[in-house]
């Protein structure tokens, strides 16, 4: 069985990032990540994140440079987050409870979903940037 990859992308504007706050599933309601989705068979990872974010936020983005690591969310599926510039559009959460703009300094304080954990010290230094 192939692997699923899930893409999230991390928008940076103005030194904040944008984060989403689950609404789904009851387990991860209220917790925050890097908005994204899973890669649909003949889509790229790009194509897949430029289409989720556009379906959950209503934007349209570019998508940049790998950020990090891949996270292994089980033996099946893997957690990949890319940079992203908003090209079009101002995000609403069709798809979450909330989105937010953080600053790195704030990274630390919002109760994340588990495997997104593992982005911070590359998103506290692409903050930086």
Do not use: F
């Not at 928008?11 to 689950?22: K, P, S």
């Not at 379906?55 to 890319?82: C, F, K, M, Q, S």
């Not at 990274?107 to 903050?127: G, I, K, N, S």
């Amino acid at each position: 069985m192939p692997i699923q990859v899930v893409v999230a992308g991390a928008l940076i504007a103005d030194g904040a990032l944008l984060v989403a706050q689950r609404e789904r599933p009851p387990a991860l309601a209220g917790m925050w990540e890097l908005p994204g989705g899973k890669v649909a068979p003949g889509e790229s990872d790009e194509q897949a994140l430029a289409r989720e974010l556009h379906e959950e936020l209503g934007i349209d983005v570019t998508v940049g440079a790998r950020l990090g690591a891949d996270v292994p969310l089980n033996e099946n599926t893997t957690l990949r987050a890319y940079l992203v510039t908003l090209s079009d559009g101002d995000p609403h959460p069709h798809d979450h409870r909330e989105l937010r703009w953080v600053r790195s300094g704030e990274l630390h304080d919002l109760p994340w979903v588990p495997a997104d954990t593992a982005w911070l010290p590359d998103l506290t230094v692409a903050l930086a940037e």
